[in-house]
């Protein structure tokens, strides 16, 4: 079993920049890929970000238009989200998972996940 802790959320004014942080613990992640989720009161779950564990490939959704870099440390079991020039719209909670398939843009498709971490962006 995966256990993922997620750190690094808080209150930001537009404009400015969060790094958030996913610990996981328990099995390996080699054959695994990690991804960021984000949701908002009255909204959908949405995709943010992914990146694959045994190669690094990254992928992310057409909103963060090169704001937000994911990256890993695959000898710390260890996944990041910096997030740079944030919007009001960005406010969410954000949630790390892990998955085994390639179906990275799909919520359904990951078996793990964090208890989120709330970013809230003000104008």
């Known amino acids: 079993q995966v256990q993922l802790v997620e750190s690094g959320g808080g209150l930001v004014q537009a404009g400015g920049s969060l790094r958030l942080s996913c610990a996981a613990s328990g099995r390996t992640f080699s054959s695994y890929a990690m991804g960021w989720f984000r949701q908002a009161p009255g909204k959908e779950r949405e995709f943010v970000a992914a990146?694959?564990?045994?190669?690094?490939?990254?992928y992310y959704a057409d909103f963060v238009k090169s704001r937000f870099t994911i990256s890993r440390d695959y000898t710390k079991n260890t996944v990041y989200m910096q997030m740079n020039s944030l919007k009001p719209e960005d406010t969410a909670v954000y949630y790390c998972a892990v998955t085994s398939t390639s179906w990275l843009d799909r919520a359904d498709q990951y078996g793990y996940w964090g208890q989120g971490t709330q970013v809230t962006v003000s104008s």
């Open positions: 990146i694959t564990w045994s190669t690094g490939t990254t």
